[in-house]
């Protein structure tokens, strides 16, 4: 038995040893993959239920490892986010998005909505309000057409703080989401608090809504208390045609999910709603 269970404290350290090299590795890699051009973003599509029409995007970062291939960002956005390198990373997607919107439009596409997210660390800067500036600045987007998605942790944070940062982003213009709405500690004063001008539904009450009739209620609650707070209603991860007949039953303003379309390369997304628009 001593033997057992020395083996088994081994085999532990052993798979410990593993993680945290595998950690370190992305963590070494993750610190060059800005400079080495490794980074890029996918847009998923969003569609507006009433006139049917797709009115925006979300940009979604993707690190294309040299070796290791495509890592997903729930690997890496947490490291990036730890490490203080989401900073960097987070302005570079934001100047990405803002420059492939205008592309976008000088190749003959409607006017998107392009949504950008924003993690916890990136709002507690200081510098943030001057590099969004200078990012709508340089590329010529219209503010009204950029929209910044923020968890409910990141707002929890320091609320304070974060209550002047988010007035001073609605106030240029720019559309705010709340992002994963109904995971987080939600408090519902929140809602109230902050200049919010969209609430996305998580998907996991989504993926829930055929079988769950609680997570119909929540949906439903969620998308009343929104309209009456004046806010738009976003449902993501939309994959089945129930979910979104149900959805527009409620009047759910847009939708997102694997239904519409995956996320995809710019020029991909530029030739779906090029299609779409004429079908
Ligand atoms: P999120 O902001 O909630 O993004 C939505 C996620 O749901 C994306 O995962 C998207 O690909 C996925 N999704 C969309 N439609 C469907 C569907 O119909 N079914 C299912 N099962 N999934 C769907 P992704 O791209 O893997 O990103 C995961 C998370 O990583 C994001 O969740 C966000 O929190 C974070 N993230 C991604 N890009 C960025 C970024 O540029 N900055 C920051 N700070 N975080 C990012
Ligand atoms: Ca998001
Ligand atoms: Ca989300
Ligand atoms: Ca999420």
Not at 23 to 48: C, M, N, T
Not at 140 to 167: C, D
């Given at each position: 038995?001593?033997?057992?269970?020395?083996?088994t404290?081994?085999?532990y350290?052993?798979?410990?040893n593993?993680?945290?090299a595998?950690?370190?590795?992305?963590?070494?890699g993750?610190?060059r993959?800005?400079?080495r051009?490794?980074?890029?973003?996918?847009?998923?599509?969003?569609?507006?239920?009433k006139?049917?029409r797709i009115?925006g995007?979300?940009?979604l970062?993707r690190?294309?490892?040299?070796?290791?291939?495509?890592?997903?960002p729930?690997?890496?956005?947490?490291?990036?986010?730890?490490?203080?390198?989401?900073?960097?990373?987070?302005?570079?997607?934001?100047?990405q998005?803002c420059?492939?919107a205008?592309?976008?439009?000088?190749?003959?596409?409607?006017a998107?909505?392009?949504?950008?997210?924003?993690?916890?660390?990136q709002l507690?800067?200081?510098?943030?309000?001057?590099?969004?500036?200078?990012?709508?600045?340089e590329?010529?987007l219209?503010?009204?057409?950029?929209?910044?998605e923020?968890?409910?942790?990141?707002?929890?944070k320091n609320?304070?703080?974060?209550?002047?940062?988010?007035e001073?982003?609605?106030?240029?213009?720019?559309?705010?989401?709340i992002d994963?709405?109904?995971?987080?500690?939600?408090s519902?004063?929140?809602?109230r608090?902050?200049?919010?001008?969209?609430?996305k539904?998580?998907?996991?009450f989504i993926?829930?809504?055929?079988e769950?009739?609680?997570?119909?209620?929540?949906t439903?609650?969620?998308?009343?208390?929104a309209?009456?707070?004046r806010?738009?209603?976003?449902?993501e991860?939309?994959e089945t045609?129930?979910?979104?007949?149900?959805?527009?039953?409620?009047?759910?303003?847009?939708?997102?999910?694997?239904?519409?379309?995956?996320?995809?390369?710019?020029?991909?997304?530029?030739?779906?709603?090029?299609?779409y628009?004429?079908?």
């Amino acid at each position: 038995a001593k033997d057992k269970g020395r083996g088994t404290y081994r085999f532990y350290a052993a798979q410990m040893n593993a993680q945290s090299a595998e950690r370190l590795i992305l963590e070494s890699g993750l610190r060059r993959a800005l400079v080495r051009e490794e980074l890029l973003l996918h847009y998923q599509p969003k569609l507006d239920l009433k006139t049917q029409r797709i009115v925006g995007v979300e940009a979604l970062m993707r690190w294309r490892h040299p070796t290791l291939g495509m890592i997903s960002p729930a690997q890496f956005i947490p490291i990036a986010e730890e490490t203080g390198l989401i900073e960097a990373m987070g302005q570079w997607a934001l100047r990405q998005a803002c420059s492939d919107a205008v592309a976008w439009r000088r190749q003959g596409l409607p006017a998107l909505q392009m949504s950008v997210n924003l993690s916890p660390r990136q709002l507690g800067s200081r510098t943030l309000i001057s590099e969004i500036a200078t990012i709508l600045d340089e590329s010529g987007l219209e503010p009204e057409l950029l929209e910044l998605e923020i968890t409910e942790g990141a707002v929890m944070k320091n609320a304070e703080q974060a209550v002047t940062v988010l007035e001073t982003i609605r106030g240029m213009g720019i559309g705010l989401a709340i992002d994963d709405f109904g995971t987080g500690y939600s408090s519902l004063s929140y809602l109230r608090r902050f200049p919010l001008s969209t609430v996305k539904i998580d998907r996991s009450f989504i993926h829930d809504l055929s079988e769950d009739t609680d997570a119909q209620a929540l949906t439903d609650s969620i998308i009343t208390l929104a309209h009456g707070l004046r806010m738009q209603v976003v449902a993501e991860g939309v994959e089945t045609m129930t979910q979104l007949d149900h959805l527009r039953s409620r009047g759910c303003d847009v939708i997102q999910g694997y239904l519409l379309s995956r996320p995809l390369p710019a020029e991909e997304l530029c030739r779906f709603v090029g299609g779409y628009l004429h079908h």
